[in-house]
């Protein structure tokens, strides 16, 4: 079967790091996504990771460990508005290679 | 800029009423997707697309249908609503993925239909 796993909420203060997990299992991976969701708005994509080891753009990273069933999205100095929800996302080839699956949801609140 | 836009963004329908979600982009993408999001349950999707006239069921498919008729437009259908049906819906684009690259999908701004 398929199954993403993330913690449902994550609380941090203002200039510090966080680290989402998510696991996954899926029977054939085929890509890996984190989407930011802010509250009452469409979510926006953020990064993609394919291949394992660490994706850097900006502030945020992704981690993706495919022998582990593992990724991480990393937060580094966290500003106010990075208060939002950070979806888990694969993409498996049993879904025509393009739907993806997503997880629940961790939903971040930065405080100052 | 990529935009996926979505008929309405609220929506009050009676129970048993057909209703129609319509999603249009404009960026050309093969692929389409209608979920559904819901407190403590995410983002499901309901059907996708990934050209013309051609639809594939996903996680939660019951008691919906969609169309395709031209390859920018999407609509969802509830044939007879129900108060279950209550919930976000957000459509999303993407372009069909060559092996291991990167089809980010694109989100429209989501309908909220409630069902009395």
């Known amino acids: 079967g398929q199954n993403i796993d993330q913690p449902t909420e994550m609380t941090a203060t203002e200039g510090a790091i966080v680290q989402i997990n998510c696991t996954y299992q899926?029977?054939?991976?085929?890509?890996l996504f984190w989407y930011q969701q802010h509250a009452g708005e469409a979510p926006t994509f953020l990064s993609y990771?394919?291949?394992?080891g660490l994706e850097e753009k900006g502030r945020f990273s992704s981690f993706l460990s495919r022998s582990k069933g593992y990724s991480y999205l990393l937060l580094k100095e966290l500003q106010m508005k990075d208060s939002a929800s950070y979806l888990c996302?694969?993409?498996?080839?049993?879904?025509?290679?393009?739907?993806?699956?997503f997880g629940k949801g961790t939903t971040l609140s930065v405080s100052s | 800029d990529v935009k996926v836009t979505q008929s309405s963004r609220y929506l009050v329908k009676r129970t048993g009423e057909k209703v129609f979600l319509e999603c249009v982009q404009d960026?050309?993408?093969?692929?389409m997707f209608w979920y559904r999001q819901d407190p403590g349950l995410g983002l499901r999707l309901i059907y996708f697309?990934?050209?013309?006239?051609?639809?594939e069921k996903g996680d939660i498919p019951e008691g919906y249908s969609v169309s395709r008729e031209k390859k920018e437009r999407f609509s969802l259908i509830l044939e007879s609503a129900s108060t279950n049906q209550t919930s976000m819906y957000l459509c999303?684009?993407?372009?069909?993925?060559?092996?291991?690259?990167?089809?980010?999908?694109?989100f429209g701004p989501g309908t909220r239909l409630t069902v009395l």
């Open positions: 999303a684009s993407s372009f069909r993925p060559l092996a291991g690259t990167n089809n980010e999908q694109f």
């Open positions: 899926t029977s054939g991976f085929n890509g």
């Open positions: 990771n394919v291949l394992d």
């Open positions: 996302a694969v993409r498996d080839l049993g879904q025509a290679g393009t739907a993806l699956i």
């Open positions: 960026m050309d993408h093969e692929n």
């Open positions: 697309s990934y050209d013309v006239k051609m639809k």
